[in-house]
């Protein structure tokens, strides 16, 4: 089992729809959680940290569900410039040298 | 302009020769990260350093090697690049030793190993 695993998709939704990405994750003692976007060959960029109690970012939303260990990224009212792929990333105990990073789940919100 | 600057951002090259990718950062972060990126995979980390004293492997260093020349830079270096070193390679930084942090990437380097 992939340490973190992710749809590749690619999801296909029209402007103005809601999407949802999972995120599944292995490890049990990991603490920290992150959605990050990728423009196509372009660098990572942070979206958003994951709390255990939820967070919200105008438009996005992150969820975390420890007991069964997977992060969800909400996106409302589908942007063209949402087209993008995004990564889920997971950090385990010890710093940044156990953070695992998703193959990354692609969005294409079309007219 | 970018806060970590990575160069070259494209470079073609045959196998067996040696290769550097450069990485500079104003972001005054004393930990900096070598990832690469392929297809189908997650970045996997390459090597860190958390100061210019400290190196450390990563996920997979063979076939690389790093220097820290200042708290600014960190260099990654294929000895003797291969075919299966062709892939899109980042620098990144931090200032979280908890990675409960962000990760700033440079732009990215493409390496294409004939």
Not at chain 1, 5 to 14: A, C, R
Not at chain 1, 28 to 52: G, H, I, N, T
Request: aromatic share 12%.
């Amino acid at each position: 089992r992939k340490e973190v695993e992710q749809d590749p998709g690619p999801f296909n939704v029209p402007e103005g729809a809601t999407v949802a990405f999972n995120c599944t994750y292995s490890n049990s003692a990991s603490q920290s959680f992150f959605w990050y976007r990728q423009d196509c060959r372009k660098e990572p960029k942070l979206l958003m940290s994951v709390y255990s109690s939820g967070n919200e970012d105008g438009r996005f939303t992150a969820q975390l569900n420890r007991a069964s260990q997977y992060i969800s990224l909400l996106i409302r009212d589908s942007k063209l410039s949402d087209s993008a792929t995004y990564l889920c990333v997971v950090n385990g105990p010890g710093g940044y040298q156990k953070v695992t990073f998703g193959t990354g789940t692609k969005l294409q919100v079309i007219p | 302009d970018a806060d970590v600057t990575q160069t070259p951002r494209n470079r073609i090259t045959k196998t067996g020769k040696r290769i550097m990718l450069e990485c500079s950062q104003t972001k005054g972060h004393d930990r900096m990260y070598w990832y690469r990126q392929d297809p189908g995979l997650g970045l996997r980390l390459i090597y860190y350093s958390f100061d210019v004293k400290d190196i450390n492997k990563g996920e997979i260093s063979d076939g690389y090697s790093v220097s820290r020349q200042a708290q600014a830079k960190f260099s990654l270096s294929l000895e003797s690049a291969i075919p299966n070193q062709t892939a899109l390679y980042f620098c990144a930084t931090s200032d979280s030793p908890s990675g409960a942090g962000e990760l700033f990437f440079g732009e990215g380097s493409r390496l294409t190993v004939l």
